[in-house]
């Protein structure tokens, strides 16, 4: 009986403690890095590119996506680009269940906070119609010099129609992309370099979301579909060519 109970178990162990080596061996998959997106509001004074609806659509779009620890920034847009300030902040977090459900409803709250959020938030923005530049330019080295708060991977949202307007930049002179000049992309890149360096701004995507062709505010010059190519070919190719990966969508 003995010998009879000996023979079951002993394969019993030596499965059970090759178990134990393949379990000790397995490599937990690693946890995706938390990531930075920076969103820019550019409302008002004629420009299409943020709405309510607009930063809505990028945020329930974007927010599922991100890993726990991510964080989401709300940037406004200013004449003067050194009275623009962050909005709102939000930080993503992991559901405490792994149920799919669980997992799921946690996903579903954490869009509708983010949404309801900074919405409120940029009401000031969305409601300010006195507007007389756009320093879009300015604005994104701004948020790139504001840092990485989680040291991962970097993503601009920049909801603007692209017509940077400025008088008297010091790095970029006189830029008038509604009725003035489209610079090309070399020459834009040109005064780029003094307001971004490429290491600030090497790996960093931007995407130029709902940069639409729509009429100029006032009627003050005719938008042609010539000058929306243009402009389309002056941000892609100067931002690329100081070190950025760049987007453009109408939607």
């Known amino acids: 009986m003995r010998k009879l109970f000996l023979a079951l178990i002993l394969p019993l162990l030596v499965a059970c403690n090759d178990l134990r080596a393949r379990v000790k061996n397995v490599v937990a998959p690693e946890k995706p890095s938390p990531q930075t997106v920076d969103v820019i509001c ?18 329930r779009e ?4 991100l890993p726990a620890g991510s964080v989401v920034r709300l940037h406004g847009m200013t004449d003067d680009v050194a009275q ?3 909005l709102s902040a939000y930080t993503t977090s992991a559901s405490k269940k792994r149920t799919v459900r669980a997992v799921a409803g946690h996903k579903a709250r954490q869009i509708e906070e983010v949404t309801a959020q900074f919405l409120t938030a940029a009401e000031p923005v969305l409601k300010n119609d006195d507007r007389r530049a756009s320093p879009i330019a300015e604005t ?9 708060p989680t040291s991962g991977t970097r993503t ?7 017509r940077q307007f400025s008088k008297a930049s010091p790095a970029l002179g006189r830029i ?19 307001l971004i360096p490429e290491r600030n701004s090497d790996g960093i995507t931007i995407h130029f979301r709902f940069a639409k062709l729509e009429p100029i505010a006032k009627d003050r010059c005719p938008a042609t579909v010539e000058r929306y190519a243009a402009l389309q070919e002056a941000w892609t ?3 690329t060519q ?10």
């Not at 080295?141 to 990485?148: D, E, K, P, Y």
């Not at 601009?156 to 692209?162: E, F, I, Q, R, T």
């Not at 009725?179 to 780029?192: K, N, V």
């Open 242 to 251: 100081v070190g950025a990966r760049v987007t453009w969508s109408m939607n």
């Open 140 to 148: 994104i080295a701004r948020v790139i010099l504001s840092g990485n």
């Open 62 to 65: 974007i927010t599922p996506k």
């Open 42 to 59: 550019d409302a008002g004074g004629g420009s299409s590119g943020c709405s309510a609806d607009s930063l809505a659509v990028i945020l």
């Open 84 to 86: 623009a300030t962050q």
């Open 237 to 239: 190719t100067a931002l």
């Open 156 to 162: 601009l949202y920049v909801l603007s129609d692209g």
């Open 176 to 194: 008038d992309f509604e009725c003035g000049t489209i610079l090309t992309g070399d020459e834009f890149a040109q005064r780029l370099r003094h």
